[in-house]
């Protein structure tokens, strides 16, 4: 794994050569992959610091079940994604969002992976909470999530971990802005203050009431009833922190039906032999068919290196399916990316209702 990350990590040469000569080369491979496989951002009207899929989790069976490991994951969004990688184990993991604030949150992420021996001091450090000195890693989240819950914020605990996260972005060598270290700082500060309290909001529409907070998502069950997050249990976590701290979770900034950050994914793939193995929208394809892009956004996933088993994981809202749990706005499905892609070349899928309901694996 070691040669592996190393080897996907490595800029390659003729990428270099062709930088102008006036401009600096990037401090750390992992700053060179992260430049190399962005492009310039663009805006969404949410915050999005934490998921709104209450129902995240309940694909986490289905994908034990088809037997999705390894490889590549591609996903978008927070830290939902950590979930899914926790259980994927992939050799490498992309995250790719339009909007360059999520590259800036996965940065803080990457830090507290950095910082944290443990899911206790992980927590605590992205709440500004104390935690005792010693502690018990296969503590059950649950008694994490209580000890959080009845410890205040404390403002010298906060202060203290913002201070130690700047010092850690500065060693990933991607190029920051004050302005990015201000928004950095400013999503620190949202987590502390609302605490496990915390939910998703969007600007100019109002909350709603189906959101789940952090807590929600930190005890979420899947349709096993198993607690199944990357909090869940210290080996999850360990899995995903194994890939943050080696650099093998990469922020990238892009538009999954855009002209440049899925092609360079997918030529930095096949260089490496690397194939996907999951691939994570949330539910961006709605928005991408209110747009006309669905099929720029199937020509993307046509380009990527696909796993014989490769799946596409989505969420759908508000809408009743057979795989819609009683009492969750959301719905997750599962659905094999050659699947997709033959779905789409049949003429099958001529809106998103076709999308959503084409070749979509069932319930379980």
């Known amino acids: 794994l070691l040669a592996a990350a190393l080897l996907a990590l490595r800029p390659p040469a003729p990428a270099a050569a062709q930088e102008p000569a006036t401009r600096a080369a990037p401090a750390t491979p992992f700053a060179a992959l992260v430049e190399r496989l962005s492009e310039p951002g663009g805006y ?6 934490i998921s709104n899929e209450a129902s995240y989790l309940h694909v986490v069976g289905a994908l034990e079940r088809y037997g999705v490991r390894g490889g590549v994951y591609i996903g978008v969004g927070p830290d939902q ?24 949150e996965q940065l803080l992420f990457r830090a507290l992976f950095d910082l944290a021996t443990d899911r206790m001091e992980y927590l605590g450090l992205l709440l500004g ?33 913002a201070a130690r996260i700047r010092a850690r972005l ?19 500060t949202a987590f502390a203050q609302a605490g ?6 969007s600007f100019g529409r109002a909350s709603q009431p189906y959101y789940p907070t952090l807590r929600d998502l930190v005890l979420a069950r899947d349709l096993d009833g198993r607690l199944a997050g990357y909090l869940a249990s210290d080996d999850a976590f360990r899995v995903v922190r194994a890939l943050e701290r080696s650099g093998r979770v990469v922020p990238v900034v892009g538009d999954l039906a855009g002209e440049r950050a899925l092609s360079a994914i997918a030529a930095f793939l096949k260089e490496r032999g690397l194939a996907v193995s999951a691939y ?24 990527l290196p696909r796993a014989p088993r490769a799946v ?24 094999p990316l050659d699947s997709l892609v033959a779905a789409w070349d049949a003429g099958r899928i001529r809106g998103y209702g076709d999308l959503i309901t084409a070749g979509v694996l069932g319930p379980r």
Do not use: C, W
């Open 312 to 335: 596409l994981i989505r969420s759908v809202f508000r809408r009743p399916l057979p795989q819609t749990v009683p009492g969750f706005a959301s719905t997750q499905l599962l659905q």
């Open 170 to 188: 500065r060693a990933y060598g991607v190029p920051l802005s004050a302005k990015d270290l201000e928004t950095i700082h400013r999503f620190h």
């Open 81 to 104: 994604n950590f979930s899914y990688i926790a259980r994927v184990r992939p050799e490498l993991a992309i995250i790719v969002d339009i909007r360059r604030d999520n590259l800036l």
């Open 196 to 201: 496990l309290d915390l939910r998703f909001e």
């Open 129 to 161: 909470r104390p935690v005792p000195a010693r502690r018990d890693p296969r503590q059950p989240i649950a008694d994490i999530v209580a000890y959080l819950d009845r410890t205040p914020m404390s403002r010298d605990a906060f202060e203290a971990a």
């Open 280 to 303: 994570y929208v949330s539910n961006v394809e709605f928005y991408l068919a209110r747009e006309g892009k669905l099929e720029a956004f199937v020509e993307n996933v046509k380009r």
């Open 44 to 49: 969404f009207d949410t915050d999005n610091l």
